[in-house]
Structures are given as structure tokens and as C-alpha cells.
């Protein structure tokens, strides 16, 4: 099977397993084992062998169910943020708390449960959704800076001197475009206009370790004084570099779905199912991140 850009799925979790009807058909002889008597009984018990393996369905259930942990915690780290004026209805673009705790503390336990679950997916169904809820806190607290950043004025204020609002419209655009993205690049597959091969793959893999070792040497160099130039700017080449970005993140969902389907047609464990989830919602968040700077960026135009 190839494998993917997407960290999660390095390890080819989804590769078929061995059978002895896979032992059978190579004509290796198995010292003690009656292979014919043992492949009878493989057969009588593959219908309970079904209720154990990957399947599509089960998959999307996961995936769902971990999108909406996600949203959840997301919401509440939103709402811990950001106060609510109740005489308009809306959120205060001020903080009650400082967004960087939800994010700081989100990034770092979510890289530690995603670690955990690469290199033990066995633990899948029980790491992925805390790795779901921890990513609703760093998406929450993003989404509430990006909300205040970009602050509208209060009802007819002029913004001068009074209270502003949060700005719905730059979050709810992100999702939009997010959600999106992602049916169109389930489309695009599931009707077999993009094939993914080796060169597809290898293009993917390339693409993404490039814009993963640039954003680690920007963020090194915030460290010690230096700043990547262009890249987090409003210019043109800024903007240029997000959509790139955008691009092969999308391209990255194209390479998840595929892996997952392989998955369910080489049988592979149940646990699959929330690992699959997992590794499709890496992906989401990479991309939902991506877009949100992007529409700052241009907001930062007007």
C-alpha cells in the first residue's frame, strides 16, 4: 500500500493481514498444521470474523462522532473566551481569558495523544476522541482571536470608543470553506477523476514535508528573534503561500480517503475505524488553520 503524507498513516496500519489461506496459496507447508482442516474452519468463521473488521459505514459514525467532539469543545472554548452581550446577542470582542491557554494547551495535549495514537493505534478508540476535544480547544481559542482581531463595531457605533463584536463572519466563512473543500475533494474521488498513484503520493509526501519543514523554521526563528519573511504577511506573495498551503492540505484529504477505503477492503481491525477518523480529522484541523489565516490575511487588506 502506498502511504501518505498525513503522519498518521505512515505506518501502513490499514495493509492487509496475513491469513492461511494466504500461507495455503504460497505452498509453504506449516510443520504440524492439517492447512485444509484449518481453512474449513477459517471458512465457518468468517461471518463472525465480519463483526470485527473496518468497514465504511463505521468509519463515518467515528469520524462524525469525533467532528463533534471537536465542534463541542471547540464552542466552549469559544465561549470561555469571548464574553456575551446579552442586549445584542453577540459575543464581546474582548477576553475574559487569554486565548493563548486554550491553544497552547490544546496543541501541545493534542500533539501528545496524536504521537500516542500513530505509534499505538490499537489505543485509537480510546486516545482519538480526547485528541478531538483537545483540538476543539485549540481551535476554539484560534477561532475566538481571529474573531476579536478582526472586531466589527456594536449595533450603529461607530467603533470609536465603544464596545466592538466579535466577527462571526470570518469563523463562519472558514468553516464554510473548509466544509467545502472537503466534499469537493471526496467528490473528486469518489468519481475517479483523480486516481491516486505512486507519483501522486510521492508529489503529496514531498509537498507537505517542504511546507512542514518551512513552518518549523519560521517557528524556530520566532524563537530566537528571526522571521521568516512573506509567508505570515497580507502581500501578495503571503496570501500566494496560504493557498498553496490550502492546495496540498486538500490534496492531503484525497490521500486519506483513499487509505481509509484500502483499509476497509483489505479487512483491517475494527479499531481502524476510530484510527481512520483520526487521521481524517489531522487533516481537517491542518486545513480549517490554513484557511482562517488566509481570510485574515485578506481582511488585513481592507
Known sequence: MFRTANPAMRN???????TWDDVSRSGRAVPGVDLDATNESA??????RAA???TMGGTVQKSLFLLTVCAATAVWAWNMILPFDPETGAHLAQFKMNPWLPIGGGLVVGLVLALVTIFKPRLAPVTSPFYAAAEGFLLGGLSAFYAAAFALPKGGDDGLGGMMHANYA???QAILITLGITGAMLAVYGTG????????YAGVMAATGGVMIVYLISWIGMLVGFRVPFIHESGLLGIGFSLLVIGIASMNLILDFDIIARGVQNRAPKYMEWYGGFTLLVT???LYIEVLRLLGKLQSRD
Do not use: R, Y
Open 12 to 18: 501502513d496500519p490499514f495493509g492487509p493481514a496475513q
Open 43 to 48: 471458512a465457518a468463521a468468517k461471518p463472525k
Open 52 to 54: 470485527g473488521v473496518m
Open 170 to 172: 470570518i469563523i463562519l
Open 193 to 200: 477523476l483523480v486516481k491516486p498513484g505512486k507519483k501522486f
Open 284 to 286: 481537517l484541523v491542518w
